[in-house]
C-alpha cells in the first residue's frame, strides 16, 4: 500500500519548530536528562541559535509520543509499529510522522547546528 497525502496548508512556509527524538527510558539511570553528553552539547546548540524570541520551539519527542502520533495520524499502521523489534525504529518511523503533521525541521540529538539556517531554507523553497 502507498501512502498519499495531499499537499499540508503550511507548505507555503516553514513552521519554527525542530523536533528530535529521544528513547522514553534512558539507558543509563541517573545521569540527568540525557543520558549521553552530546546530546545536551547538541540541544544547547540548538538552543543557541533557534531562539524562542524568534518564535522558534525545540520539541523533543518520546517514544510514547511518537506513538501517541501514529495513533491519531496512521491508525492503519499503528499495529505494525508496534511490531517494529526496537525503539530506533519507532524512531525512524516516528519522525515521519511528526513532520508529516507538524512540519518544522527534524534533527538527531547527536547534531550540533553552528549556523541559523533557516533563512536560508526558506530561500531554497
Known amino acids: 500500500m502507498v501512502l498519499t497525502a495531499s499537499v499540508p496548508s503550511w507548505s507555503a512556509s516553514l513552521p519554527r519548530v525542530v523536533h528530535f527524538t529521544r528513547p522514553d527510558q534512558p539507558k543509563k539511570a541517573g545521569v540527568g536528562p540525557f543520558p549521553v553528553l552530546i546530546?545536551?552539547?547538541?540541544?544547547?546548540?540548538?538552543?543557541?541559535?533557534f531562539l524562542r524570541s524568534r518564535g522558534f520551539r525545540l520539541r523533543v519527542w518520546h517514544d510514547h509520543n511518537l506513538t501517541e502520533c501514529m495513533q491519531q495520524e496512521f491508525p492503519e499502521y499503528l499495529p505494525a509499529f508496534r511490531a517494529l523489534p526496537g525503539g530506533i525504529e519507532r524512531s525512524?518511523?516516528?519522525?515521519?510522522?511528526?513532520?508529516?503533521?507538524q512540519g518544522g525541521i527534524y534533527a538527531d540529538l547527536d547534531y550540533e547546528v553552528r549556523a541559523f539556517f533557516y533563512t536560508e531554507l526558506l530561500a531554497s523553497n
Request: charged share 25%; with cysteine.
Open 39 to 49: 546530546w545536551e552539547v547538541a540541544l544547547r546548540s540548538w538552543q543557541r541559535f
Open 92 to 101: 525512524d518511523i516516528g519522525r515521519y510522522c511528526v513532520m508529516h503533521q
